[in-house]
């Protein structure tokens, strides 16, 4: 079945930085795009970034634009996203979601939380 587990999560200053990954298991990671999305307290969901099945194509929220980078190493079936100058409104849970849009079902990872603070 599919699973995707997240890690490296944590307490960090603002300007700081951390990069979160998430390993892929139980499906073709290659052939799928993944997102990262986070959900602040009190907040909906909200897509952070994505990026294609090759890794050749990627987007991400005007929020974190020149900030986050997403990546993905096909070979490990891991997907990452680097998180620098971190500011407190960056504080949430992260998650690691692919889909299949054969089914349209969407996948999650349990999450990992981010808190900016000093």
């Known amino acids: 079945q599919v699973q995707l587990v997240e890690s490296g999560g944590g307490l960090v200053q603002p300007g700081g930085s951390l990069r979160l990954s998430c390993a892929a298991s139980?499906?073709?990671?290659?052939?799928?795009?993944m997102s990262w999305y986070r959900q602040a307290p009190g907040k909906g969901r909200e897509l952070v970034a994505a990026?294609?099945?090759?890794?050749?194509?990627?987007n991400y929220a005007d929020s974190v634009k020149g900030r986050f980078t997403i990546s993905r190493d096909n070979a490990k079936t891991t997907v990452y996203l680097q998180m620098n100058t971190l500011k407190p409104e960056d504080t949430a849970v992260y998650y690691c979601?692919?889909?299949?849009?054969?089914?349209?079902?969407?996948?999650w990872g349990q999450g990992t939380q981010v808190t900016v603070s000093s």
């Open positions: 979601n692919t889909v299949d849009w054969g089914t349209r079902y969407y996948y």
């Open positions: 139980g499906f073709t990671f290659s052939s799928y795009a």
């Open positions: 990026i294609a099945a090759t890794g050749g194509s990627t």
